[in-house]
Structure formats: structure tokens, C-alpha cells
């Protein structure tokens, strides 16, 4: 991994954070097909951007890209996101598409919208068979890279009033998918009066954002 300090804590660290350039970041949200609403919650990305922007030395291109998995642009991605309340489905094409990506040191944060769990445990068993997803331990520098969050996964809103879970598939060691269930990060980075989130329910959802991210920077590197 880089030095966890070079991603923490450097607000103003460059005049040129968040444009486009020759190391800049994109975050990607992945469009996929089955009658999900991938497209759900559309001011949560761009917020995340900004509390990485803000908050880390990385540069993040301030709008994500949106990319199906047969989308070139797909293998420039350090960070995908997926998330919405339905149906899933993956071709076998995307299926070995995705499975390709995340052997290759590609990231996936799948955030379930409520609604999005039996067809996303579906559809990854499909692309990683031969890894299983399980609870991503409270020791793994996921939860503390940048913020540090003893009890795991925060829950934002309460769905089924189950706790939080944050799961991952691990591909050669590497944690290459993490499932926030039960948690709902991507409302909790929504615009304040789209859900009337408490302000420090949105603080931990962001902070665990740049968490991922910056997790799945430094593990690609």
C-alpha cells in the first residue's frame, strides 16, 4: 500500500485537486441491466468527490463517469460503485468482464439501496464463484485507512433494523469487493434535505466513502 500519509488530511494540499490532469482519479458508477435503478441517489457521488477532494491529497475528477461493464473506460477506474433497489443482472460477457477487473486490481463497492441483496449475492457468486463473500473484519485497513471506525460499518437508515454489515470478497489476499448492507452509505452522502439525515449520520457515511476510495487507490498501487 502507499503511505497512508499521503491520503489523509490535506485539505488545500494542491490548488489543482479535483481537475482533470494526467494523475487524476475517476470515480465510476456502474449502469447495469435487470430493472435496478442504478441511477438512484444522484447527489451522492458528486458529494463524496468533494469530502475526497477536500479531505485526502488524491485528485478526483469532480463528476463521475458512468460505465457499463463492456465500456472501455471501465479499466481506468480505481473505484466502482454500484447501488439501486432492485433487480441485478450481468450478461456472461459482463460477468467475465467484471471478473477480469477485479483479478486486475479493480475495486467494487456495492451498496445495497435496500432491495438490491438477493440479486447482488447472486450475481457476484457468478463473477467470483470461487471466493466467497464474508464479513470484512474490524482489523482490516478499510475501516481505518483515513477515519477510524472501531465498531465496523456505520448504519445510516434503518431498512430491516438489522446492524450494519460490511461484506467483501477477497481476491488473493486483496479485499476487491466490499457489500455495504444494511447501511445505506449512499443516502447518507445525498444532498441534506433529500433524506433529513442527521448531520453526524452523514459525516460517518461520508467519512467511510473516502475510506473506500482511498482504500482502493492505495490497494491497487
Same mark, same amino acid.
Request: aromatic share 10%; charged share 20%.
Given at each position: 500500500?502507499?503511505?497512508?500519509?499521503?491520503?489523509?488530511?490535506?485539505?488545500?494540499?494542491?490548488?489543482?485537486?479535483?481537475? +482533470?490532469?494526467?494523475t487524476a482519479l475517476? =470515480?465510476?458508477?456502474?449502469?447495469?441491466?435487470?430493472?435496478?435503478?442504478?441511477?438512484?441517489? *444522484?447527489?451522492?457521488? *458528486?458529494?463524496?468527490?468533494?469530502?475526497?477532494?477536500?479531505?485526502?491529497?488524491? @485528485?478526483?475528477?469532480?463528476?463521475?463517469? =458512468?460505465?457499463?461493464?463492456?465500456? *472501455? +473506460?471501465?479499466?481506468?477506474?480505481?473505484?466502482?460503485?454500484?447501488?439501486?433497489?432492485?433487480? =441485478? &443482472?450481468?450478461?456472461?460477457?459482463?460477468?467475465?468482464?467484471?471478473?477480469r477487473y477485479l !483479478?486486475?486490481?479493480?475495486?467494487?463497492?456495492?451498496?445495497?439501496?435496500?432491495?438490491?441483496?438477493?440479486?447482488? @449475492?447472486?450475481?457476484?457468486? @457468478?463473477?467470483?464463484?470461487?471466493?466467497?463473500?464474508? !464479513?470484512?473484519?474490524?482489523?482490516?485497513?478499510?475501516?481505518?485507512?483515513?477515519?477510524?471506525?472501531?465498531?465496523?460499518?456505520p448504519k445510516i437508515? !434503518?431498512?430491516?433494523?438489522?446492524?450494519?454489515?460490511?461484506?467483501?470478497?477477497?481476491?488473493?489476499?486483496?479485499?476487491?469487493?466490499?457489500?455495504?448492507?444494511?447501511?445505506?452509505?449512499?443516502?447518507?452522502?445525498?444532498?441534506?434535505? %433529500?433524506?433529513?439525515? *442527521?448531520?453526524?449520520? &452523514?459525516?460517518?457515511?461520508?467519512?467511510?466513502?473516502?475510506?473506500?476510495?482511498?482504500?482502493? %487507490?492505495?490497494?491497487? &498501487?
Amino acid at each position: 500500500m502507499i503511505p497512508i500519509v499521503a491520503l489523509v488530511l490535506a485539505c488545500g494540499a494542491s490548488t489543482q485537486q479535483g481537475t +482533470a490532469g494526467p494523475t487524476a482519479l475517476i =470515480v465510476g458508477r456502474l449502469q447495469y441491466d435487470g430493472g435496478g435503478d442504478w441511477y438512484a441517489n *444522484p447527489s451522492s457521488l *458528486p458529494n463524496l468527490i468533494t469530502a475526497i477532494n477536500g479531505r485526502t491529497a488524491l @485528485r478526483v475528477v469532480e463528476r463521475e463517469h =458512468v460505465v457499463r461493464l463492456t465500456d *472501455p +473506460a471501465l479499466w481506468g477506474l480505481p473505484y466502482l460503485y454500484m447501488t439501486g433497489h432492485g433487480n =441485478v &443482472r450481468f450478461s456472461q460477457g459482463e460477468v467475465e468482464l467484471l471478473r477480469r477487473y477485479l !483479478e486486475n486490481g479493480g475495486f467494487l463497492h456495492a451498496d445495497d439501496n435496500y432491495g438490491m441483496d438477493e440479486s447482488f @449475492r447472486r450475481e457476484i457468486a @457468478r463473477v467470483l464463484p470461487d471466493h466467497p463473500l464474508v !464479513e470484512v473484519t474490524l482489523d482490516h485497513p478499510v475501516y481505518r485507512i483515513v477515519y477510524e471506525f472501531n465498531e465496523g460499518l456505520p448504519k445510516i437508515h !434503518e431498512h430491516d433494523g438489522l446492524p450494519a454489515q460490511g461484506l467483501g470478497v477477497f481476491v488473493g489476499g486483496r479485499l476487491a469487493v466490499f457489500y455495504s448492507y444494511q447501511s445505506d452509505l449512499g443516502d447518507g452522502w445525498e444532498d441534506p434535505d %433529500v433524506h433529513e439525515d *442527521p448531520e453526524d449520520l &452523514r459525516e460517518q457515511a461520508l467519512r467511510m466513502g473516502v475510506n473506500l476510495f482511498a482504500y482502493a %487507490v492505495a490497494a491497487e &498501487r
